[in-house]
């Protein structure tokens, strides 16, 4: 399927070789009125990752995160912006996530380490 007009908008299954695993929120009560966030892998898929060149906006943001990246997985995993995703041996914190030309086919999701 191609994403607009450029090549390097093509995404469809051969283009998904990269390893990806989907970590899933756990929330524990500390005790104390607060709680402990961990993360448990869900499930590994194959996904078309696409690291970002880094820019000055991302620098200066309030949350300092060193680098962006966008991920194409295929639509049928459960996933939200509560997730992490480990991607080339790298943690990312999803910022957003959308269904790529609501075919439902893709997710298409933006996220920053």
């Known amino acids: 399927m191609r994403l607009g007009s450029k090549k ?3 995404v469809d299954a051969n283009t998904m070789y990269s ?3 989907l ?3 756990t929330r524990t009560a500390d005790g104390q009125g607060g709680y ?28 300092s995160f060193t680098r962006s990246a966008k991920l194409f997985i295929r ?3 459960t996933i939200n912006n509560n997730y992490q995703i480990q991607a080339e041996g790298v943690m ?6 959308k269904d790529v030309e609501n075919q439902f086919r893709f997710y298409e999701i933006i996220m920053y380490a």
């Not at 402990?36 to 949350?63: I, S, W, Y």
């Not at 990312?92 to 996530?97: A, E, G, M, V």
């Open 8 to 10: 390097a908008n093509y």
């Open 19 to 21: 390893e990806i695993g």
């Open 23 to 25: 970590y899933v929120p």
């Open 36 to 63: 402990t966030t961990t993360f448990a892998l869900q499930e590994l898929v194959f996904g078309d990752f696409r690291p970002e060149n880094e820019n000055r906006a991302l620098l200066e943001a309030q949350l």
């Open 75 to 77: 639509y049928d995993v």
């Open 92 to 97: 990312y914190t999803i910022h957003s996530i």
